[in-house]
């Protein structure tokens, strides 16, 4: 299994801003404008709330309500009216993709999306991010790939519930390719099975990726078990050792600014497995059940 640790949301060149964690401690993603996207920010739901107040106050206009939002990855059920048949799903194109491509992504492989975010509060009925407080990288969703699917090859017919994703109304590319979440699966070595999307809707502290004591987002302070070795490749786009620093239990890398998707061989970091299934028994299941 590969373990994808994917960027995903609002940062200062897609939005403007972070993303904002509320005052009861939500990790709410906005997903990027997208001018092509027949989704609409006031269209997309955060529980109870609406995306469009969110992002225009935030970015301070730049982002509006009726704008375009790029729902992707759209892993969880609540977020947007659903057709029937409807599993989470993430689409990638361009470099992005070719890299996905050539570092071997298959069907089982794991994403984990992070992002930016920030605090943020209501004063005098504004979203605004607390005064004080940074942004930071954090983890906030996941996605277990069960079909990979390449958007040029379907028949029209084909994914009736898919047909509002972004990905279907953007440029043409024929790297264009939907991964669509499993309906569960098991890390190895371990009994429990988890679910194959999901969400982690609240921020705790082994969501948080950016070191506390660092200035930058980029960063990380990750636990020691991410340390690469002479027997075993690191994280893709971070192979130069001076990006890397071991202190147990931690280790700390200074996070590429460039690249979306970033690629990790579970099977040469095994002691990276109950790390994971303790982070993704956080989460919220992103499917419908009956």
Known sequence: MRLILSRKGFD?????????????????VLPIP????????????FGERRLGKLARDLSGGRVRGGDGAHLDPDVLAGAYPRAEGWRPVLGQTGAAQGHLRNQGVAAGDLFLFFGVF???????????????TKPFHALWGWLHIGEIVAIDALSEQSLPWARYHP?????????????????????????QELPGA????????????????????????????FYPGEDRPPLSYHTKADR???????????????????????????????????????????????
Not at 12 to 28: I, K, T
Not at 35 to 45: K, M, T
Not at 167 to 185: E, I, K, R, V
């Open 12 to 28: 200062s060149s897609a939005g403007g801003c972070p993303s904002p964690v509320l005052p009861d401690g939500s990790l709410c």
């Open 34 to 45: 997208d001018a092509q996207s027949r989704i609409r920010y006031d269209d997309v739901r």
């Open 118 to 132: 920030r605090h943020a509060e209501l004063w005098r009925r504004r979203w605004r991010f607390v005064p004080g």
């Open 167 to 191: 990905h279907f109304h953007g440029q043409a590319d024929p790297g264009n390719t939907l991964y669509l979440a499993s309906n569960g699966f098991q890390l190895p070595g371990l009994s």
């Open 198 to 225: 999901g969400a982690f809707t609240e921020l705790e502290a082994p969501q948080v990726l950016s070191d506390p004591e660092g200035r930058l987002p980029t960063q990380w302070r990750l636990p020691a078990a």
């Open 244 to 290: 890397w620093r071991l202190d147990a239990p931690w280790c700390y890398l200074q996070c590429a600014a460039r690249g979306q998707e970033f690629v990790l061989d579970l099977e040469a970091y095994p002691e990276l497995n109950p790390w994971l299934a303790s982070l993704l028994r956080t989460g919220r299941d992103g499917r419908r059940h009956p």
